[in-house]
């Protein structure tokens, strides 16, 4: 019996395909899923009511619901989603490392105390945004720089400083929870750092997808490099690519994707740990594959977790709540799994 | 004289500046030459090979290669379970640009590459699922799928059953021979290298170290004093092959006890 590139039985490509046509679907329900329920079918007449004539029996709190409350948060679900898998996958891959996510290079927590800065200082939307992404940036550039202090500049180093960036930032986080009122900022802190897409609109989106796309983007590019980091500093160097430039470009492009998460969504956890398990379970631990799986996985997975987020209750329940308590058992079925079955993949 | 492709210049390496790994060696490579290095255990062989592809910076002197170097490390593990033709494809890593995949022709050459190995039936099966020989098959797969025009393979024959030892020698002479490239190899079995080499370099103590043709440098008191073992070279004229090996120390010195053993319960 042999366990090849690809896992399952299916092709790659085919993989992809079915996943990309469940997000397809899951986005269509999801679009008419919520308090006022939308037959899909009728979902897609409002989508091309734009572009079609206008059908008769559309009314305009349908179209509204649809287009201005309900596609925007999708579509801000679809993005977090689909760029916290592949960058887990990157870093999984570039770690060598199957156990690590975005959360391992101190990004999220520089881009948590960003926004829980701008909160405090009762900044603007806008700033909120600014300033997560700013001190996501910032975060990696300090774990570069603690890095760079280190003799010794490999992996472990590496990750070490990103516990050390991320620890201190979790400190600044909690320092401002601490300092902030507790009517009205502490509340606003809390919440936005468990993560929500319940304030999503287009010009949330519109911000968020600049660096999401261009990190994203190159981040597919890259995948075949990420086969070849990923067999180690010397193997990698010895294959005659630039180890030490090539990982850092990844790291940017990772940082650049997660801060515009962060910034917009808050903290999700869990999600690039897991998904791109599942992906490599279904395709296979190849990277030319395994990023878009992940991509595409990703934004399936955040979307159906959104939908449970906004359905389950009347009160909508946190994403990092919800991607944590559904994470941790996956998870757990992962790890026994790939205990049993040697490696995983 | 033939074009030198791996120049070695009163070169050293050590990690802490107290213990050197190998110290003022100087060794000219040509085009087409098989060079092997033997040495005992610690004595700095895959140090020196690793300075010679780039993995270590030598602390002194200076090594200099005219053209790209592929390197077979004695084995390593992936982290994931690619697939055997996944891991010869990333040979071709100097060939294809930063942002993209391999294409049919790197394809081709990786499958090209596992045929000469013997392991084309490999290529769909996970790396992680080969044993130690198959694994060293495939990164000489690797090594030769990278179209370097200097090889170093460190210990290549190290897990290699006999047939696949042979294999691997006959490829070794093969590519020098026929294909004109470089090779380096570091091995622990002198008959390894009087098969392919054309020079040996022996990496004794200190910075003792003997280069030369086979017939210079592969002699019985040479290879005696570097192993410190009584060595012996065995002709076999009838079909011009020379043998080296040893006689087990460890049995005259168990003859000797047990000598003294007797000694002692004479009256």
């Known amino acids: 019996m042999s366990r090849s590139a690809a896992a399952g039985s299916l092709r790659p490509g085919l993989v992809i395909a079915i996943l990309a046509l469940l997000l397809l679907l899951a986005a269509l329900v999801s679009l008419g899923l919520g308090r006022y329920e ?14 079609l004539p206008a059908d008769a029996g559309l009314s305009e709190i349908e179209r509204n619901v649809v287009l ?22 990157a870093l999984q891959g570039v770690f060598r490392n199957p156990l690590v996510g975005p959360h391992i290079i101190g990004v999220s927590s520089g881009a948590a105390f960003g926004g829980t800065l701008a909160i405090l200082l009762s900044a603007s939307q806008s700033l909120l945004l ?27 180093a590496l990750v070490l400083a990103g516990v050390i960036i991320g620890g201190f930032f979790g400190a600044l986080v909690s320092l401002a929870q601490y300092l902030a009122d507790t009517e009205e900022k502490l509340p606003r802190i809390v919440f936005w750092l468990l993560g929500s897409f319940a304030t999503a609109d287009y010009e949330k989106l519109r911000l968020m997808l600049g660096p999401l796309l261009i990190g994203g983007v190159l981040l597919i590019l890259l995948r075949w490099r990420i086969n070849i980091l990923s067999l180690g500093d010397d193997d990698a160097q010895a294959l005659g690519i630039s180890v030490a430039g090539t990982r850092w470009l990844i790291l940017v492009l990772i940082g650049l994707v997660v801060s515009a998460q962060v910034a917009v969504s808050g903290v999700i956890g869990w999600v690039g740990l897991v998904v791109p398990h599942i992906a490599r379970m279904l395709v296979g631990p190849d990277h030319r594959p395994l990023l878009p799986a992940s991509l595409i ?25 919800l991607t944590a308590l559904l994470g941790a058992p996956i998870f757990v079925l992962i790890f026994f799994r790939s205990q049993r079955g040697g490696r995983d993949g | 004289m033939a074009e030198a492709m791996i120049t070695i210049n009163r070169a050293g390496h050590s990690y802490d500046g107290r213990r050197w790994q190998y110290r003022a060696l100087d060794l000219t490579v040509t085009r087409g030459e098989v060079v092997a290095v033997l040495g005992p255990n610690g ?19 200076s090594i200099a290669t005219s053209g790209p170097v592929g390197f077979v490390p004695q084995d390593f593990s992936a982290p994931f379970s690619y697939s055997v033709l996944d891991i010869v494809l990333m040979g071709r890593a100097r060939h294809i640009h930063a942002l993209g995949v391999p294409g049919k022709r790197d394809i081709a050459i990786a499958r090209k590459a596992l045929a000469t190995l013997g392991i084309e039936d490999f290529a769909e099966r996970g790396f992680d699922t080969l044993s130690g020989g198959e694994r060293q098959l495939a990164l000489i797969a690797r090594a030769l799928a990278s179209e370097c025009p200097i090889l170093l393979l460190d210990e290549p024959a190290s897990a290699l059953d006999l047939k696949n030892q042979d294999l691997v020698l006959g490829f070794i002479r093969q590519i020098a021979g026929i294909g004109g490239l470089t090779v380096v190899f570091t091995t622990h079995q002198p008959n390894h290298a009087l098969a392919v080499a054309d020079r040996a370099l022996l990496m004794g103590e200190g910075d003792s ?30 079909d011009d092959v020379e043998l080296i090996t040893f006689a087990p120390t460890f049995r005259s010195q168990f003859e000797r006890a047990r000598a003294e053993r007797h000694d002692g319960q004479e009256p």
């Open chain 1, 38 to 51: 939308i037959p899909p079918l009728r979902v897609v007449q409002i989508l091309f009511s734009g572009i």
């Open chain 1, 68 to 89: 201005n409350v309900r596609l925007p948060r999708i579509l801000t679900a679809i993005f977090a989603g689909a760029g916290l898998a592949l960058c887990g996958a």
């Open chain 1, 130 to 156: 600014l300033l997560a992404f700013a001190f996501g940036v910032l975060s990696l550039l300090m774990v570069y720089a603690l890095h760079a202090l280190v003799g010794r500049r490999n992996m472990l």
């Open chain 1, 297 to 321: 996985a990703g934004a399936l997975y955040m979307v159906l977790i959104d939908d449970l987020a906004r359905t389950m209750t009347d009160s909508e329940i946190p994403l990092g709540i």
């Open chain 2, 43 to 61: 004595r700095g062989k895959s140090t020196l090979l690793r300075s010679i592809v780039g993995l270590n910076r030598p602390s002194a002197g």
């Open chain 2, 209 to 238: 170290y003997r280069i030369g043709t086979l017939a210079e440098v592969m002699t019985e008191a040479n290879l005696a004093a570097l192993y410190h073992l009584p060595v012996r070279m065995i002709s076999y004229a009838e």
